[in-house]
């Protein structure tokens, strides 16, 4: 193919990041899950990338799993976001830098709607205004905060104080990476290597030392589904779809699963540990587990933050074996202590613990 | 649907349906193809199974016959063309003229020689 036939045809997989001034928006659940990722991305962009990020106390759910649950109209999830938007107006940002992939697939679809049927834009100003009284101008640009760490991860990894390497052996990491379906699959032209070629994860793991498992269900989704697991009775489906990438993923022997998704990261942690209650299946090296981290978790520790302030002892799939390898100390005894020594709640059926 | 009486969960994995085409046997379907060439023609409409006697009172389904017949699947064959009672009804509603009858006679009449090692 003739060079710039290429670069056409790969100019439709880029996507542009912002370089700075973003308006943060967090998930709803990934606090829970994940204790300490989000306070841990903002803390990079603020004190190791010296980036404005604000968030606004006033933001909400965007109502995602509602939506796709089908308790929420579409209508109300549009006001919802519109007044998101309304937030970063009224402190004068153009950029949204999105926590959580359900929302980023949400806002991407409802701004897709709105430039497709301009008339239910003019509808959700007047819900909102009428709801609110807020008035909202249309963001610049739309960014996930994967987007955000992939544009800066050659600039984490100047400042890298641990790489994705074996200590003992020299050799890389191994790594599965997940990307969560509503971040492109949905919405190709708004993910770094749309659909087809997801690379917001394979950059940072490549620019930090690690090897990227290429697994036959590399791209199956993860499971959840949302009605999938929403509704007891359905949540077999879930649990399979997950149980299917294990399987396929297992005798690459990842070293950890790093996934960009709240939903994705939570299931593929969790149901490690239901499959073995059901199934006696217990998957990683040594029956271990193959811990699951955030991407935020990750470039945490390639820049030498504590794993237990970043929450990582809140996964069902301990990583001190991962720990270990990398050559990062970190004392088990203090996981579930706080800084002045009480004592945090330990969550039961953890694995490798 | 998936609950199950005995696990604290009230869910439990699913049984993959994944089709392993790589596991599959096409010898009942050449044999059925090259006798009866008419089952080309079958667009799965399910006429026949709407139609079917025996599919009212026994759990027999000539489109689900004809799937496993195409997919090479053998093991759920083997019982499901036993349940056939011949009587042709399926013949009378099918859109693309296709000789059902023949088709579970002849997947049948397969079954038995490759059961004998003469397919």
Redesign the interface.
């Known amino acids: 193919m003739k060079l710039e036939g290429k670069k056409r045809v790969w100019a439709e997989y880029q996507k542009e990041i912002p370089d700075d001034h973003f308006f943060y928006v967090r998930s709803c659940i990934r606090q829970t899950f994940f204790a300490g990722s989000e306070q841990t991305f903002l803390k990079i962009m603020r004190d190791d990338l010296g980036k404005d990020i604000y968030e606004d106390p006033r933001h909400t759910t965007c109502t995602g799993i509602g939506y796709h649950g089908d308790v929420v109209p579409f209508e109300t999830i549009q006001t919802v976001v519109a007044r998101h938007f309304a937030l970063a107006t009224e402190a004068g940002y153009k950029n949204i830098a999105i926590s959580c992939v359900t929302s980023f697939g949400i806002y991407t679809e409802i701004l897709e709607t709105w430039k497709h049927f301009p008339e239910t834009l003019e509808k959700t100003r007047e819900n909102l205004f009428r709801a609110t009284g807020r008035v909202f101008d249309l963001p610049v640009s739309i960014s996930h905060a994967s987007d955000i760490i992939y544009k800066f991860r050659d600039e984490i990894a100047r400042k890298a104080k641990y790489n994705l390497v074996d200590v003992r052996s020299g050799k890389p990491l191994k790594v599965v990476e997940h990307i969560g379906c509503h971040y492109a699959k949905m919405f190709p032209k708004h993910g770094i290597g749309g659909a087809e070629f997801p690379h917001v994860l394979v950059g940072m793991i490549e620019s930090w030392g690690g090897d990227v498992i290429d697994y036959p269900e590399r791209r199956h989704c993860c499971g959840f589904g949302f009605r999938q697991y929403l509704v007891q009775a359905n949540r077999g489906y879930s649990l399979s779809a997950s149980r299917k990438k294990f399987e396929s993923m297992e005798p690459y022997r990842p070293d950890f699963i790093v996934a960009n998704c709240p939903g994705c990261a939570m299931f593929m942690d969790r149901w490690q540990y239901t499959l073995k209650e059901l199934d006696g299946i217990t998957y990683g090296s040594n029956e271990t587990g193959i811990p699951t981290l955030t991407y935020e978790e990750m470039a945490g520790l390639i820049l030498g933050y504590d794993p237990w302030e970043m929450g990582m002892q809140y996964h069902n799939v301990q990583s001190l074996g991962l720990l270990k390898k990398m050559g990062i100390t970190a004392d088990p005894a203090k996981r579930f202590l706080t800084k002045d020594g009480s004592r945090l709640p330990e969550p039961a059926n953890l694995l490798n613990s | 649907?998936?609950?199950s009486a005995g696990?604290?969960?009230?869910?439990?994995?699913?049984r993959?349906r994944l089709i392993d085409y790589d596991a599959s046997d096409r010898l009942v379907r050449d044999y059925v193809t090259l006798r009866e060439p008419s089952f080309r023609l079958c667009f799965a409409c399910g006429g026949c199974t709407a139609t079917c006697t025996a599919g009212q009172h026994a759990p027999f389904n000539l489109r689900r016959m004809n799937t496993f017949i195409r997919r090479g699947e053998i093991e759920p064959l083997r019982e499901e063309v036993t349940r056939c009672m011949l009587c042709g009804k399926c013949l009378l509603v099918c859109p693309r003229g296709v000789n059902t009858r023949n088709v579970v006679s002849l997947a049948a009449e397969a079954i038995k020689k490759l059961d004998r090692n003469e397919l």
Not at chain 2, 7 to 14: A, C, I, L, M, S
Request: hydrophobic share 35%.
């Open positions: 649907m998936n609950g696990n604290k969960f009230g869910f439990t994995v699913n993959s």
